[in-house]
């Protein structure tokens, strides 16, 4: 079942400020109006697609799947603090293994930072972290312990899909198994923490909702109901949406210049990735494209 803490921290409650938001867009101009909806949510994640024009299929999805995995790990940060979060190097089992792969190979370094000279080190030879900034930043915690993360689930998946991984990741899953930490694998492997063992499919069935192609949508047990109509309420003075700063994740996949363009089609295969998580909250938290800028689609994981 559902983590009911995990939904709380991620899903739209009707409430200013509450949930989290990932926007899409064709371009970085479309894309950039995820701002008019500062105040609507809590947190939001872009989908970064449109800096790989040409790409391909294959790697726009990639593309997507990691926003949405960055967007739930934020739930599971919350849930589990002490396993998943970003706050330091020292408070949590994945910040931890960061820490201690940091400009080692095989290991970790995001090429936004910079390592000591003499890198890469030797295992047990971690650098310090956080380390200094390079051609970008993502040397806070909350970058750099997410980043890692997702290439350490998606090469523990075995996923042959074409994500970005560090120059001095493992690029295999037996390659990251023999590297990764027993404390890493035991949570990796724990249903309790519902973490993704294999590669996803992208196809799923759900009540009411289109999926890609392939998917089976069941038509809706009973007719929409209208909701009341009630007296316009004057809005409320927006406070300032948190967003992922100029470190985080996106800044990970520009590096490898695998961002691909937007289209309607994979504003479906977002969702269909959302749903196709059996550990994903339903409802999911708001997906935004640059055709539903003005509309508010609640998605659900289950019927």
Same mark, same amino acid.
């Given at each position: 079942?559902?983590?009911?803490?995990?939904?709380?921290?991620?899903?739209?409650?009707?409430?200013?400020?509450?949930?989290?938001?990932?926007?899409?867009?064709?371009?970085?101009?479309?894309?950039?109006?995820?701002?008019?909806?500062?105040?609507?949510?809590?947190?939001? /994640?872009?989908?970064?697609?449109?800096?790989? @024009?040409?790409?391909?299929?294959?790697?726009?999805?990639?593309?997507?799947?990691?926003? @949405? /995995?960055?967007?739930?790990?934020?739930?599971?940060?919350?849930?589990?603090?002490?396993? /998943?979060?970003?706050?330091?190097?020292?408070?949590?089992?994945?910040?931890?293994?960061?820490?201690?792969?940091?400009?080692?190979?095989?290991?970790?370094?995001?090429?936004?930072?910079?390592?000591?000279?003499?890198?890469?080190?030797?295992?047990?030879?971690?650098?310090?972290?956080?380390?200094?900034?390079?051609?970008?930043?993502?040397?806070?915690?909350?970058?750099?312990?997410?980043?890692?993360?997702?290439?350490?689930?998606?090469?523990?998946?075995?996923?042959?899909?074409?994500?970005?991984?560090?120059?001095?990741?493992?690029?295999?899953?037996?390659?990251?198994?023999?590297?990764?930490?027993?404390?890493?694998?035991?949570?990796?492997?724990?249903?309790?923490?519902?973490?993704?063992?294999?590669?996803?499919?992208?196809?799923?069935?759900?009540?009411?909702?289109?999926?890609?192609?392939?998917?089976?949508?069941?038509?809706?047990?009973?007719?929409?109901?209208?909701?009341?109509?009630?007296?316009?309420?004057?809005?409320?003075?927006?406070?300032?949406?948190?967003?992922?700063?100029?470190?985080?994740?996106?800044?990970?996949?520009?590096?490898?210049?695998?961002?691909?363009?937007?289209?309607?089609?994979?504003?479906?295969?977002?969702?269909?990735?959302?749903?196709? /998580?059996?550990?994903?909250?339903?409802?999911?938290?708001?997906?935004?494209?640059?055709?539903?800028?003005?509309?508010?689609?609640?998605?659900?994981?289950?019927?």
């Amino acid at each position: 079942p559902d983590n009911s803490s995990v939904t709380n921290h991620l899903v739209h409650t009707g409430a200013q400020g509450s949930g989290k938001l990932l926007m899409c867009g064709s371009t970085q101009a479309k894309e950039s109006k995820e701002e008019n909806f500062e105040g609507q949510t809590q947190y939001s /994640f872009s989908c970064q697609t449109w800096n790989g @024009v040409g790409e391909g299929d294959a790697t726009m999805r990639s593309i997507i799947f990691e926003e @949405v /995995f960055h967007m739930i790990h934020d739930g599971w940060a919350h849930a589990w603090p002490d396993i /998943f979060g970003v706050e330091s190097y020292t408070s949590s089992v994945i910040c931890r293994e960061t820490a201690r792969l940091q400009c080692v190979q095989p290991g970790w370094w995001h090429p936004e930072n910079s390592c000591p000279s003499g890198a890469p080190f030797q295992p047990g030879s971690p650098a310090s972290s956080p380390l200094s900034p390079g051609e970008g930043d993502c040397t806070d915690s909350g970058c750099d312990c997410m980043e890692f993360y997702r290439q350490a689930a998606t090469l523990y998946m075995g996923w042959d899909m074409p994500f970005w991984y560090s120059d001095y990741m493992p690029q295999t899953k037996s390659g990251f198994e023999s590297m990764a930490s027993t404390d890493l694998l035991n949570v990796m492997s724990n249903p309790t923490y519902n973490q993704p063992q294999s590669p996803l499919s992208g196809t799923y069935s759900i009540t009411g909702v289109q999926g890609a192609s392939g998917s089976t949508v069941s038509p809706p047990t009973s007719p929409p109901v209208s909701p009341p109509v009630s007296p316009p309420v004057a809005a409320p003075t927006r406070a300032k949406s948190k967003k992922k700063g100029s470190g985080s994740k996106s800044s990970g996949s520009k590096s490898k210049g695998s961002k691909s363009k937007r289209s309607k089609k994979h504003y479906y295969t977002s969702l269909n990735l959302n749903a196709a /998580f059996s550990y994903l909250p339903s409802p999911v938290p708001y997906v935004f494209d640059e055709h539903s800028l003005n509309h508010v689609q609640s998605v659900h994981s289950r019927p």
